[in-house]
């Protein structure tokens, strides 16, 4: 558990990819079977369940710590783990080494559920800060130490010198904690053999999704991979993004919802087809095939990308401009024909040419503390439009601005509070941002019935007075308009 | 009679009616008492400043000999009146133990006294005479690190993880943040008393400070500027000391394979470590921790305590769970630069 806490530690304040690799590539050298296995879990977000509920954690520390104080403390440090990692008054000087990280996963896997607090509190007295640290973001499966699951498996791939498409192959046939795996980077054994059964749905990120679109998954027969888009569809028509967000962090969507809300998939590449892997392939032939293996097929939820072929840019342009008179859509993804399909953003290969966005000014109202990154500064902004002489709060914005305007932003925020709720602040309504963003909604969620899709902040007017910002009307005209 | 009567809070800080003084002050004022000498505390531009002699060769050393028309160094303990003399305010200093030449603040006026603690620390610090406890009616204390969440490791362990750090990456070059008054010197102690023997390599901007610690009689050892460096990348495998601003900057990519490390309070939370791109975090703190805090409170053992800047929140509840009157003064305009912490 100690050298698993000190590489989450390393890993956590190193900011180069390659210094990165090299951490975990030591780590798995010198750690033995099954105890870096379950790092990989843990780091790889694999693991299938929380040893304890972030609830059962804020209990147990308000049992051992003034509630005020804990809660000032939190809205400073910004983190649950941490403010616990820091709080926790008790710390018993023990010579025993701590458990294997396989044992406290043992412990904790099979330990019932009312004894829960008991042993975590045990463990938590047993340990320093940056061990607590680690322990409470390993059970809740909150790691975030700048190691995505695509970097982790090229991390792997350096490791056991073997190709990374290999390990994209059959990762998702692997179980915690990896010892086949480990086993065939180390040279001891084949590659594991993971027959390619069964039915996933990957986000962008490498994560499982699969238990939110049963509904989608259920309707498709393939043997391949493919890539795409999803959309919820009414009536034939792609729905706003909007009902697609309803689906989007549902563990598990009742069937209600399903019905009401279909997820399909917009398809535009295809990696595997019929046992055949297309990956290097360029472009123009994988769509070649993508388009034949769709051919005389019925796919009641997949559903083909419009392709478009353009020779010059004014033609471009004004499909841009035809395209985006539709409500939903944001733009055109633009793709070179030759480009094959790789991870990661290569640059030049595709682009994503979006409308531009529209622009308000809005006044700052309330201002919070950011997490992470930005905790301490006043970094999470709220911010409204003119109805009368009343500010109605439009939406919220975190970003769009440097770390320099930040800081200053903080400063201003300090100097301009009138108010406090909780961790809010409430600041003179005199300051102007230029808002940009990409729809207007209706929504119940602001006194001003409406929301913004993907805000963020545009310009500071430093030098605009807030009664010159722009009133409620002329952002509702914005829902019309497009 | 009661300091409220007669201590008020004003744009350019806090001020003393009787005496006519302000302590601390943000704005240029006739009359500055100030705690200590760093640039959030003691600004430029008064017309008489009252300190202690430490803190005025600060003064002069950063803003030249006309930091201030006049100039009043008082020694620990010893006592100077203010105000009319038929009606006097007596200033006393006392040792506050945050940097060289820091000074507690104690004004007494028809009967009672109040204590400006000013930033303060309690731990062993061989640059600074230790901070006094002094009775009063009103304690005036900081609020930096007034959360439970801050306890800071012995000095011993921090310096021992920049040397470790050292063994580890034997090639690249170690640059530590440190704030040029205080910050600096402390660490540069620090690593002399683990027998660091090495010459240590100093940012131009941390030479005159540590210039005048030395007339102050405290030897660093060997120290080098890096601009008399010839050829940079012999400083791989070296410690190099350099203002925070200048870890990210510029300055620094002459400098071999860097290893950047930050030394400050602040360093215990993750995320401002992170904020300061610092891949080696020293927790080093020139203010108390939250336990020293309470335990200064306890010892002073005023009738009334008041929290200036920092999280006086979270002090001032524990402070009357304790049965302490306490209050905040809401001071904006410190830590406003970046040598807090």
Request: hydrophobic content about 35%.
């Amino acid at each position: 558990m100690d050298a698993f806490s000190q590489l989450l530690d390393q890993l956590y304040f190193t900011n180069s990819t390659k210094t990165k690799s090299a951490l975990i590539q030591a780590y798995l050298h010198a750690t033995p079977d099954p105890d870096r296995g379950w790092a990989i879990a843990a780091i790889a977000g694999t693991l299938t369940f929380d040893f304890f509920k972030r609830n059962t954690v804020k209990k147990l520390i308000l049992d051992h710590v003034d509630p005020t104080l804990f809660a000032l403390s939190y809205d400073y440090v910004g983190e649950m783990s941490e403010t616990v990692a820091h709080l926790w008054p008790h710390s018993i000087n023990s010579d025993e080494p701590l458990p294997s990280l396989h044992e406290i996963v043992m412990q904790f896997t099979h330990c019932k559920k009312p004894e829960v607090p008991t042993l975590l509190t045990r463990y938590l007295s047993r340990m320093y800060a940056s061990q607590r640290w680690a322990l409470l973001k390993l059970g809740t499966r909150g790691l975030r130490v700048g190691v995505s699951a695509r970097a982790l498996k090229q991390c792997l791939a350096e490791y056991g010198n073997v190709d990374v498409s290999d390990i994209e192959r059959i990762w998702h046939g692997l179980t915690p904690p990896y010892t086949d795996l480990m086993a065939w980077l180390d040279g001891h054994a084949p590659i594991p053999d993971v027959s390619d059964k069964g039915k996933a749905l990957y986000s962008r990120t490498g994560d499982d999704i699969s238990h939110s679109f049963g509904d989608l998954l259920d309707s498709v027969e393939l043997n391949g991979r493919l890539d795409g888009e999803l959309v919820v569809m009414l009536n034939s028509k792609v729905a706003p993004f909007n009902d697609l967000q309803q689906r989007l962090n549902k563990k598990k969507p009742s069937k209600r919802l399903m019905e009401m809300l279909p997820v399909h998939l917009i398809v535009y590449d295809a990696l595997t087809l019929d046992g055949n892997t297309l990956t290097s392939l360029p472009l123009s032939e994988r769509r070649k095939q993508l388009d034949a293996w769709f051919e005389g097929k019925r796919h009641p939820r997949l559903h083909l990308s419009e392709k478009f072929t353009v020779t010059n840019k004014d033609a471009c342009v004004q499909l841009r401009e035809h395209a985006i008179t539709h409500p939903h859509i944001e733009g055109l993804m633009l793709k070179r024909l030759d480009s094959v399909y790789v991870n990661g953003r290569p640059s030049g290969q595709w682009y994503k040419w979006k409308r531009d966005p529209y622009v308000v000014d809005a006044v700052i109202m309330y201002a919070q503390r950011g997490h992470g990154k930005r905790s301490s500064f006043y970094s999470d902004y709220t911010f409204g439009t003119w109805q009368g002489d009343t500010l109605l709060p439009i939406g919220k914005a975190y970003s769009g601005f440097t770390d320099e305007e930040l800081k200053k932003l903080d400063t201003w925020v300090r100097k301009n509070t009138v108010g406090h709720f909780g961790p809010v602040k409430e600041v003179k309504k005199a300051l102007v941002f230029e808002i940009a963003f990409d729809s207007v909604h209706e929504s119940k969620r602001h006194k001003s019935g409406l929301a913004l899709r993907f805000p963020r902040i545009h310009r500071i007017r430093w030098d605009k007075p807030a009664n010159e910002a722009d009133t409620l009307d002329t952002v509702r005209r914005l829902i019309t308009t497009r | 009679m009661h300091p409220k009567e007669w201590i008020s809070v004003r744009d350019a800080g806090i001020y003393c009616h009787p005496a006519d003084a302000y302590i601390d002050p943000l704005e240029p004022v006739s009359r500055a008492i100030i705690t200590h000498g760093h640039a959030d505390h003691a600004r430029p531009g008064h017309h008489c400043v009252v300190s202690t002699k430490a803190t005025l060769d600060i003064m002069r050393v950063r803003y030249g000999e006309e930091m201030a028309k006049d100039a009043v160094a008082l020694k620990y303990g010893e006592d100077y009146q203010l105000g009319e003399d038929a009606d006097p305010v007596k200033l006393t200093l006392y040792p506050a133990g945050h940097i060289l030449g820091s000074a507690q603040v104690k004004l007494s006026y028809r009967g009672n006294s109040i204590i400006f603690a000013g930033d303060y620390k309690r731990r062993h610090d061989p640059t600074c005479e230790p901070f006094a406890v002094t009775p009063c009616d009103v304690f005036v204390t900081e609020a930096t690190f007034a959360l439970p969440v801050f306890t800071h490791p012995p000095l011993k362990d921090e310096i021992q993880k920049l040397l470790h750090s050292l063994d580890t990456f034997p090639e690249r070059c170690h640059l530590v943040g440190v704030y040029a008054l205080g910050k600096c010197q402390r660490v540069l102690y620090g690593l002399r008393q683990l027998g660091y023997s090495k010459p240590v390599y100093l940012h131009g901007a941390l030479l005159n400070l540590c210039a005048l610690y030395r007339e102050y009689g405290h030897n660093f050892g060997e120290l080098i500027p890096v601009s008399e460096v010839a050829n940079k990348k012999s400083l791989a495998g070296e410690i190099v000391l350099a203002p925070p601003s200048a870890l990210n900057d510029r300055w620094s990519r002459k400098l071999p394979n860097v290893r950047t490390a930050m030394a400050s309070g602040w360093m215990q939370i993750r995320a401002r470590s992170k904020q300061r791109q610092a891949e080696l975090p020293l927790i080093i703190s020139d203010h108390c921790d939250w336990p020293e805090l309470l335990r200064t409170v306890k010892e002073v053992d005023a009738p009334e305590v008041w929290v200036t800047h920092g999280r006086e929140e979270a002090l001032i509840h524990q402070i009357e769970k304790m049965g302490i009157r306490a209050k905040a003064l809401s001071l904006l305009g410190y830590e406003d630069t970046e040598e807090t912490g």
